[in-house]
């Protein structure tokens, strides 16, 4: 069963930067889109970015614009950079991806991906 596969977190500074890394674990899935969720203790599983592999749309949460990117690195690999990290960035940061049929308007629910990675925590001190 394939599942995702999460680097790259740690620790920071507020104001600091992270690059996020995710790959799938069989190199034959190949992905239709793929996004980044993030939780926080206490609070729902909330939508970061998400990319779509065919022609590299992507979307962002209001909270990320103009500060995290998300791209395609290689055919099988996709990142998040982060910049200008906040507390409030702090989290377990988490891949998501789905090879099915996908609608577009959905992309910020996690219900509309079916494979997840276990996360990575990210963590920005004031």
């Known amino acids: 069963q394939v599942s995702m596969v999460e680097s790259g977190g740690g620790q920071v500074q507020a104001g600091g930067s992270l690059r996020l890394s995710c790959r799938a674990s069989?190199?034959?899935?190949?992905?239709?889109?793929m996004a980044w969720f993030r939780q926080s203790p206490g609070k729902e599983r909330e939508f970061v970015a998400t990319l779509r592999w065919r022609d590299g749309t992507t979307d962002y949460t209001d909270a990320a614009k103009g500060r995290f990117t998300i791209s395609r690195d290689s055919k099988h690999v996709m990142s998040l950079q982060m910049n200008s990290l906040r507390p409030e960035d702090t989290a377990v940061y988490h891949c998501?991806?789905?090879?099915?049929?996908?609608?577009?308007?959905?992309?910020?629910?996690?219900?509309?991906?079916?494979?997840w990675g276990r996360g990575t925590q990210v963590t920005v001190s004031s």
């Open positions: 998501a991806a789905t090879d099915r049929a996908f609608f577009w308007s959905r992309r910020s629910t996690f219900a509309a991906y079916d494979v």
């Open positions: 069989h190199e034959t899935f190949e992905p239709n889109v």
